[in-house]
T-cell receptor, first 113, second 113 residues
Framework: DQQVKQNSPSLSVQEGRISILNCDYT??????FLWYKKYPAEGPTFLIS?????DKNEDGRFTVFLNKSAKHLSLHIVPSQPGDSAVYFC????????????FGTGTRLTIIP | KAGVTQTPRYLIKTRGQQVTLSCSPI?????VSWYQQTPGQGLQFLFE???????NKGNFPGRFSGRQFSNSRSEMNVSTLELGDSALYLC????????????FGQGTRLTVV
C-alpha cells in the first residue's frame, strides 16, 4: 500500500519557469512532510520540510505548500535552474513516536536550457 | 563534519551468496535507517536502529537483517541473494529520536548476477 504517492514519474520545465512537483498521501496521521533531491550516484539530500500546523514554508527558490484537507503537498521551484534537474522525493512521517519516514516513488525533473 | 559513509560503493554478487553492507553515521547521530531503492519503487524502508536496538522494520523477508554497534555504526546483511535484490541500498542517519531530516550516504549499488 503506497501511502505517499507521486503520480508524475517525470516532468520537464523550461529554465527560468516555475517547476511544480506534486505529492499525495493517504495516511491522515502524517503530520510532517519533507522533500529530498537526488542526483545520480548520490544519496538524497534534504531540501525543505513542513509541519502540518503550517500550510506554506519557503526557503529561497523553494516553497512547499500543504493542503491537509486534500492530503496533498506540492513543491514549487522558482525560477527553475539547470542544476535543479534531479529526482525529487517527498516523504512523510508522524512527529510523535518513533515513526519512520515514508517516501514517494519520486519525480524526475528535467530543466531545459 | 564528515557525512554518512557507506562501504562498499559497488558490489557484484552471484545468486545464493550473502552480502554485508556497512554504514557509518554522522558523528553524534544515534539513529540509522536503511532503504532499498529500485527503479519505479522509490525508497523502500528496510529497518531502523537506535542505540543498538531495531526500532522499526519494513516489509522485507527475513533474508534482510541488520545490526548497530555501540559506536552507532550499522551493518545490513542479505543472505541467499536473489536477482531481485539488485538495487541501491541507502543508509540514513539522524540525530533525534524521530527519523526526520535524515542525512543520507551515497549508497551501495548491489548487482546480483
Amino acid at each position: 500500500d503506497q501511502q505517499v504517492k507521486q503520480n508524475s514519474p517525470s516532468l520537464s520545465v523550461q529554465e527560468g519557469r516555475i517547476s511544480i512537483l506534486n505529492c499525495d498521501y493517504t495516511n491522515s496521521m502524517f503530520d510532517y512532510f519533507l522533500w529530498y533531491k537526488k542526483y545520480p550516484a548520490e544519496g538524497p539530500t534534504f531540501l525543505i520540510s513542513i509541519s502540518s500546523i503550517k500550510d506554506k514554508n519557503e526557503d529561497g527558490r523553494f516553497t512547499v505548500f500543504l493542503n491537509k484537507s486534500a492530503k496533498h503537498l506540492s513543491l514549487h521551484i522558482v525560477p527553475s535552474q539547470p542544476g535543479d534537474s534531479a529526482v525529487y522525493f517527498c516523504a512523510a512521517s508522524r512527529s510523535f513516536g518513533n515513526e519512520k519516514l515514508t517516501f514517494g516513488t519520486g519525480t524526475r525533473l528535467t530543466i531545459i536550457p | 563534519k564528515a557525512g554518512v559513509t557507506q562501504t562498499p560503493r559497488y558490489l557484484i554478487k552471484t545468486r545464493g551468496q550473502q552480502v554485508t553492507l556497512s554504514c557509518s553515521p554522522i558523528s553524534g547521530h544515534r539513529s540509522v535507517s536503511w532503504y532499498q531503492q529500485t527503479p519505479g519503487q522509490g525508497l523502500q524502508f528496510l529497518f531502523e536502529y537506535f542505540s543498538e536496538t531495531q526500532r522499526n522494520k519494513g516489509n522485507f523477508p527475513g533474508r534482510f537483517s541488520g545490526r548497530q554497534f555501540s559506536n552507532s555504526r550499522s551493518e545490513m546483511n542479505v543472505s541467499t541473494l536473489e536477482l531481485g535484490d539488485s538495487a541501491l541500498y541507502l543508509c540514513a542517519s539522524s540525530f533525534f529520536d524521530r527519523n526526520t531530516e535524515a542525512f543520507f550516504g551515497q549508497g551501495t549499488r548491489l548487482t546480483v548476477v
